[in-house]
């Protein structure tokens, strides 16, 4: 089980990024996905969910502001992340199969 996370970056207060996962090394469009976040000095907490099917959750901090898809043909998902907040300043994980990657950092500031 691989996974790959890219998209963070510095970006201000109410701007935008776009993260990706890519899978590999297991049936990827058959598990559910979720996106993890972990802040500086907190514990890694849950952001997003998606099923198979394309069913999704969020955590209530990113309902309405963050939007999680999946493109099966690319073995990917993605996380939309709109009007990002200081407190969004995380590393964002993927996970699935009990598998997380490696993370990609997100900061949001001014």
């Known amino acids: 089980v691989h996974l790959v996370e890219s998209g963070g970056g510095l970006v201000q207060p109410g701007g935008s990024l776009r993260l990706s996962c890519v899978g590999s090394?297991?049936?990827?469009?058959?598990?559910?996905i979720r996106w993890y976040r972990q802040a500086p000095e907190k514990e890694r907490e849950f952001v997003a969910f998606?099923?198979?099917?394309?069913?999704?959750s969020y955590v209530n901090s990113v309902e309405g502001r963050f939007t999680m898809s999946r493109d099966s043909s690319k073995n990917s998902v993605y996380l939309q992340m709109n009007s990002l907040k200081t407190e969004d300043t995380a590393v964002y994980y993927c996970?699935?199969?009990?598998?997380y990657g490696k993370g990609t950092l997100v900061t949001v500031s001014s």
């Open positions: 998606i099923s198979p099917g394309g069913r999704t």
């Open positions: 996970h699935a199969s009990n598998t």
């Open positions: 090394g297991f049936a990827f469009n058959q598990y559910d």
